[in-house]
């Protein structure tokens, strides 16, 4: 399984979600966002964490707009995988792989904690490693994570099970508690917690590892 | 040709940053402010000078990454 992970000027994740794709047996290539072709043979894509172009304008706006994004597009409409952590998260929403917005916290603080999550779905391969209803402890490290959809589309995400992650106790204002939302086909995630950050023992916890392992299962099978 | 961009939140998308604001008039006694909604202007310098045309291009730099419209409603100005 061969995942490429971006790298824009302010990604502070990039390496941390290398290293967890790593652990779990797959290849990893770190991709540049000045680049416009993603390498040959990429199953996923990962978008991580961090403050891409100080998030300037809006949190992801400039780097949606990058040339790299262009391939990332592409890579998704093709049916092909796509992780957005964070910013990432940010990113994906911005480029309209994902409905919604991630708007100011609603205490306006910058929030950076382990949360309890529930696993909404397993019904995806981000997912399948859980069993809906399962409840996990990953941090979240973010000022902009409310999510917000007009209620025509938080009934779609709800009618459609597309909400991978609500969060136990919502600590940021976010539409329904959500944490984590999938595309229409459910090859795309977007989610503001960092199950990188929890992904083996030295890190504090594991239960973020079981979304890599299973991710680089299912697509090593693809 | 200059361009002034006005970018909004919505009606109905909740506004922590203006809230605080309010709150924070409040604080110093200005009472009576209902409401507050932060938003942000943007000035652009256009080389060009026909100005049906550069509200044009403007407004479709809005659609694309000076607004996000999921949230944001924006308003062109030419002068």
Known sequence: MHAAVIVFPGSNCDRDMAMAFERAGAKVSMVWHKDTALPEGVDIIGVPGGFSFGDYLRCGAIAANSPICRSVVAHAEKGGYVLGICNGFQVLTETGLLPGVLLRNVNLKYICKPVRLRVDTADSAFTAGYSAGQEITVPIAHHDGNYFADADTLKRLHDESRIAFTYCDNPNGSADDIAGVLSQNRRVLGMMPHPERMAEPLQGGTDGAAMFATLVDQLADA | ?79
């Open chain 2, 1 to 79: 040709m200059k361009a002034r961009v006005h970018v909004m939140l919505k009606n109905g998308v909740l506004d922590p940053q203006g809230e605080a604001v309010r709150h924070a008039l409040g604080q110093l006694g200005f009472d009576g402010v209902e409401g507050v909604r932060q938003g942000k202007v943007i000035e652009l310098d256009l080389a060009e000078s026909d100005a049906e045309k550069a509200r044009a291009t403007v407004t479709e730099m809005c659609e694309k990454l000076l607004a996000n419209t999921v949230i944001e409603s924006y308003s062109v100005e030419i002068a």
